[in-house]
Structure formats: structure tokens, C-alpha cells
């Protein structure tokens, strides 16, 4: 998920871990990515 959006406090509130983070997009477009997971 882009990390400047309204959907990253959203899943904020889920308490989510980053898994990873992303320089670029998935278009290869230079937009920071979180990529997160749920805590176990």
C-alpha cells in the first residue's frame, strides 16, 4: 500500500506488522510501498 494514503491509518488501527517496504510501485513508478501483514 502506498504509505501516504488514508488506507495506512486505516490498517494502523488493525495493528499490522510491515513485512517490507518498497523503493517503487508495481509499475515500477517511483511510490514508496508497505507491504504489511496482520500480527500472529
Do not use: I, Q
Not at 495506512?8 to 517503487?24: G, W
Amino acid at each position: 500500500m502506498n504509505k501516504m494514503t488514508k488506507a495506512a491509518n486505516f490498517y494502523k488501527k488493525l495493528d499490522p506488522e510491515t513485512v517490507s517496504r518498497s523503493a517503487v510501485d508495481a509499475t515500477g513508478k517511483p511510490y514508496p510501498v508497505l507491504h504489511m501483514g496482520l500480527a500472529k
